[in-house]
């Protein structure tokens, strides 16, 4: 007799089995055991199973935190849309990026600190114009350079500077938990002052928060 075909429910409860035993191995911290086998293991099913459901272990891996990136992303396209002074709009952007990195930290390190095994082979990469948040910076920077209060410059550079510059300061305190930094919500906020008195015109002294 043939098999009965699986219902929905069952292929989304062993989907959802799966990338609990992926967010299992995540949590252990080590990249190297993040693979297909290791998750079928702790799943205890095939690894054809698993390639049923997800196309590379990339994929499996990105499951785990799309939901809470694209939240973050809907939430910075709403600061884009809703606030028309450049420079209120650049610092909510860097202050959600900030948030989303307190709030939503194990996500945050999955999803942005991830460092790729060197065994494991590089990602397509797709265009920086493509990423949401590089845009919304880079039109902010466009807008507030129009409206004269930016300093000039290539905006491409300065949008890729104030995103590295925040991501350094939230990066440090998360990859190095050796070194008592200070809390990296204290180091974020005075990144994004520091970064904003750096593309501001007549912005000595200024600093807020």
Known sequence: MPRPAITPEQRLETREHIRAAAATLVRQGDPEKFTIRAVA????????TIYKYFDDISDLGRSLWQEPVDELRRQMSDIAKNNHDPVIRIRALLGAYADFAEKKNRVFRGAFL??????????KQTALEDEPFFKYLETAIADGQEAGVFIDGNKKMLAQLLWAALHGALALPNNIERVAFDPSQEIAAAMINSIMMMIEKNSEGRSEG
């Not at 293991?41 to 054809?48: L, M």
């Not at 991830?114 to 990602?123: E, W």
């Open 41 to 48: 293991k702790q799943a205890d099913v095939s690894v054809g």
């Open 114 to 123: 991830y460092v790729r095994p060197a065994s494991r082979q590089k990602p």
